[in-house]
């Protein structure tokens, strides 16, 4: 044993084999990821597959596996190879293990003589089979899951499409009418078979511009109806509260207005695109709004209840804005007719206004009294700061008048002159040049 040649090569063989150990743990860790990534988009690709009703076998992913495999380990070498160690630094490590004292090192370059090598050589290493396993038992199990789980073809094709969502929304509005008894299970599969209409084309041509196109137009026309419901049903509410609470504090033309929107309000319900439910327009058509008192109180607060919750419903359905909130409180006296109205008098004040009338008149009325407001006073407006002018500024304004000489002076012929001159003043007249202007200038200077 004290051979140092045979030292020698056990000591090398130690080293590197903890090189190898050291070296294979820095590919494992970065081998990691690639293989839980590489067992997920295995598992996805082959269940898309599996479900187009492609034939997936074990025999048939070989040849992708014997193409990954490679690249993987590649991969992971290129990643992990600035970590490696050489099996001298594998010598210091065991040095460092074993207490040598940089024996290893000084008897590796001829400087002394190799140690007795121990029964066991402890690296310090060890390694962590569940850390080290575990990516590699992940990416099987998502193979085998992807080659053994069940899928059923049939299911793709199965599958619902996309709707438009009006037709969803159009559905929706029609369950919930006929569930609160608003409309008659008629009109809803009339309004249903519209939008089946829509529903049996082909598929692909169901978000085609024609398509939607024709979809907006039925869900307008659907809105348009439920907001005219609505206006109706409230217009009835509003019409049986005035004549319920304050008959007699209404004039009779009042009265009848009254009476007529009424009357108005229940044609319209029932001349609608919308069938309303029976049980509805029979209570409304058994009113008779002028003997309001063959009915008891809750009879008509249920009536009128009733009429508030189905005309708020509608209305949510056809959109804000073209009606109140269907849920107001009880019309007050004049309200949409003038206030102030008393028996066998016209008011003279600007109304409220109401559901079907408008805001009401404009809040100035004419009126006999005059208001001065002091239009007719002009005052001059001046302003003696001149340090902030600039050209073009106006500086002031003066009226004035031209000097027109009115002396009568009688016909002239034209180019005819009025005054021939005398001695100078007729040379001055002639055609000279300036050289005999300049010569006679100089003689009778």
Not at 53 to 71: D, F, S, T
Not at 93 to 115: D, F, I, K, M, Y
């Amino acid at each position: 044993m004290n051979d140092q040649s045979i030292l020698s090569k056990r000591w090398q063989r130690q080293a590197r084999r903890t090189a190898w150990k050291v070296n294979a743990g820095w590919l494992l860790e970065s081998l990691t990821p690639l293989l839980v990534g590489a067992g997920a988009l295995g598992f996805a690709g082959i269940l898309w597959m599996r479900s187009r009703q492609a034939l997936m076998e074990p025999q048939q992913i070989q040849p992708w596996l014997a193409g990954a495999v490679p690249l993987l380990l590649i991969t992971a070498w290129l990643m992990a190879r600035r970590h490696f160690i050489s099996a001298s630094a594998a010598l210091v490590r065991l040095e460092s293990q074993l207490h040598l004292h940089n024996a290893l090192t000084v008897a590796q370059l001829g400087r002394g003589a190799w140690p007795e090598i121990p029964g066991v050589v402890p690296d310090g290493l060890q390694w962590r089979w569940s850390r080290a396993g575990g990516p590699f038992v992940v990416c099987i199990v998502c193979l085998a899951a992807a080659l053994y789980l069940p899928v059923n073809p049939a299911v793709v094709a199965m599958l619902p499409g996309v709707e438009p969502q009006a037709w969803q929304q159009m559905d929706q509005w029609l369950e919930k009418l006929q569930e609160e008894k608003i409309i008659t299970p008629e009109s809803k599969e009339e309004q249903a078979g519209k939008i089946e209409a829509l529903r049996d084309q082909p598929k692909e041509k169901w978000f085609s511009h024609e398509s939607l196109n024709a979809s907006d137009t039925l869900k307008e026309q659907l809105q348009r109806d439920l907001a005219n419901q609505s206006q109706n049903m409230s217009k009835a509410e509003r019409s049986l509260s005035a004549l319920q609470n304050y008959a007699d504090k209404l004039s009779e033309q009042a009265k009848e207005q009254l009476l007529k929107e009424f009357d108005d309000a229940i044609g319209g319900m029932k001349s609608g695109m919308l069938e309303l439910d029976p049980k509805l327009l029979k209570e409304l058509s058994q009113i008779d709004p002028k003997n309001l008192k063959s009915l008891s109180k809750e009879q008509l607060d249920q009536l009128r209840e009733s009429l508030k919750n189905k005309s708020g419903t509608c209305e949510g359905m056809g959109g804000k804005g073209f009606l109140g909130d269907g849920k107001k409180g009880d019309a007050q006296p004049g309200e949409g007719l003038g206030e102030g109205l008393g028996e066998g008098e016209e008011g003279d004040q600007p109304g409220k206004g109401g559901i079907t009338r408008g805001p009401g008149t404009a809040p100035l009325t004419l009126s006999k009294d005059e208001n001065n407001f002091g239009t007719d006073k002009n005052e001059a407006v001046s302003n003696q700061d001149m340090s902030r002018a600039q050209l073009g500024t106006t500086l002031g304004l003066q009226d004035g008048k031209h000097d027109v000489d009115k002396t009568y002076t009688g016909p002239t012929a034209a180019g005819d002159a009025g005054n021939k001159g005398q001695g100078g003043q007729q040379v001055w007249r002639e055609s000279l040049t300036p050289e005999e202007k300049a010569e006679l200038k100089r003689v009778f200077q």
